[in-house]
Structure formats: structure tokens, C-alpha cells
């Protein structure tokens, strides 16, 4: 089957600690994001990527990291410079240069820092 | 900057009560505007993309429509497992970030048998 597959579904960090979200499609897709979502907050861009080896920040990039080496991994780093990290966090990939404008999401992972 | 503004933020219908959503947006050039379905604790489903105003799209109970400054998502005879948040997002046409989405905050829908 074709889709995003984010691990694990959850996470849990002690404070000072990087932690490394994954994420992996096999739609052949160009483009990957990585939001976050917060209770009562609408989903927030961290990062994106439109091509290998090319990526932008967000709206909210500070203190997370990412890497685009490989079309179908898009992991998040989320550094211990990250000041409130406890989340949901959500993979995307879109078609774009397919002219298919629509981002598909992955399930998410959880991230709780104790 | 591109904003999306969702309303209302929660809405409780009876089964078979129709209704509509309505999602109002801003943006530098309309790319497309997307509708969404969330589950708890899952990642968004996707449910259409409009393009231009005058657009519409159906799937099922739910009929997305699109004007030039909102966008509405109507749900006819809504089922109790219509229940979620809706979720509308815009990507603008112009700028560097062209291939960014911009989120609403969601409307919660509840439908009770």
C-alpha cells in the first residue's frame, strides 16, 4: 500500500535529550513537511522540502532540525534547544511538481517530554 | 500573510441535521483551498482541493463550495461517524513559500445518533 508511515506513535524524551522523528513515503512524491499541532492551535509548517538535498524553514523552526538525503525520508530532529517540545507531530508529502496540489499526512507521533 | 479563520470552533448537530462549515481566508493569490478530516489522535484525511471561486466538489454527505474570500464545507443528513474535526487549509499562489499549506484552527463536529 501507498502512504506515509511515521514512527514510532510515541515518544518520550528527558529534558536535555535530541530525540529523531521518521518518516517515510513510498508515493514518490518531491515534496515532504513536517507540522506540529497543538490543542486549540491549527497545524504549524517546522519545515519542508521540495527537492533531495533541499529544504526551508518554517514558521517554527527553531530548535528542531531535519535532512533530506534519500525522495522518501524526511526525519525530524527535535534538539534539546527545542523550549516547549511536547507535541503532536505530523508528516506530510504532496505531488507538487505532478500538479497535484494536496499534501497526504501521515498518522502522527506523539512526543512527551518527562 | 496568509490567514485562515474557521467557524465556529465546535458545532453538535443531531443525526440527519444538516448544517455547513465555513472556512474565511487570506492569501496573495489562491493556489487551492483544502478541506480535511481529523480523527482523534490521527493524522489529517484528505477530502477535497478547490481551486477557483464557483468550484464545487461532493463526496458522500459532504459538498466543499468556494467563493473568492471564504470557502464552505455543507454536510447533508450528517451520521454519527461524520464526527471530527474539519480542517481548511490555503497555499498561495505566489512568494518563495509557494508549496507552504496554511492551516485553520479546525471546527469540531459531534453528531449525535
Known amino acids: 500500500d501507498g502512504g506515509i508511515t511515521q514512527s514510532p506513535k510515541y515518544l518520550f524524551r528527558k529534558e536535555g535529550q535530541n530525540v529523531t522523528l521518521s518518516c517515510e513515503q513510498n508515493?514518490?512524491?518531491?515534496?515532504m513537511y513536517w507540522y506540529r499541532q497543538d490543542p486549540g492551535q491549527g497545524l504549524r509548517l517546522i519545515y519542508y522540502s521540495q527537492i533531495v538535498n533541499d529544504f526551508q524553514k518554517g514558521d517554527i523552526a527553531e530548535g528542531y532540525s531535519v535532512s533530506r538525503e534519500k525522495k522518501e525520508s524526511f526525519p525530524l530532529t527535535v534538539t534539546s534547544a527545542q523550549k516547549n517540545p511536547t507535541a503532536f507531530y505530523l508528516c506530510a508529502s504532496s505531488d507538487q511538481f505532478g500538479g497535484r496540489l494536496e499534501a497526504f499526512f501521515g498518522q502522527g507521533t506523539r512526543l512527551t517530554v518527562v | 500573510e496568509d490567514q485562515v479563520t474557521q467557524s465556529p470552533e465546535a458545532l453538535r448537530l443531531q443525526e440527519g441535521e444538516s448544517s455547513s462549515l465555513n472556512c474565511s481566508y487570506t492569501?496573495?493569490?489562491?493556489?487551492?483551498l483544502f478541506w480535511y478530516r481529523q480523527d482523534p489522535g490521527k493524522g489529517p484525511e484528505f477530502l477535497f482541493t478547490l481551486y477557483s471561486a464557483g468550484e464545487e466538489k461532493e463526496k458522500e454527505r459532504l459538498k466543499a463550495t468556494l467563493t473568492k474570500k471564504e470557502s464552505f464545507l455543507h454536510i447533508t443528513a450528517p451520521k454519527p461517524e461524520d464526527s471530527a474535526t474539519y480542517l481548511c487549509a490555503v497555499q498561495a499562489a505566489s512568494g518563495g513559500s509557494n508549496y507552504k499549506l496554511t492551516f485553520g484552527k479546525g471546527t469540531l463536529l459531534t453528531v449525535n445518533p
Open positions: 508515493l514518490n512524491h518531491d515534496a
Open positions: 492569501v496573495s493569490g489562491l493556489r487551492g
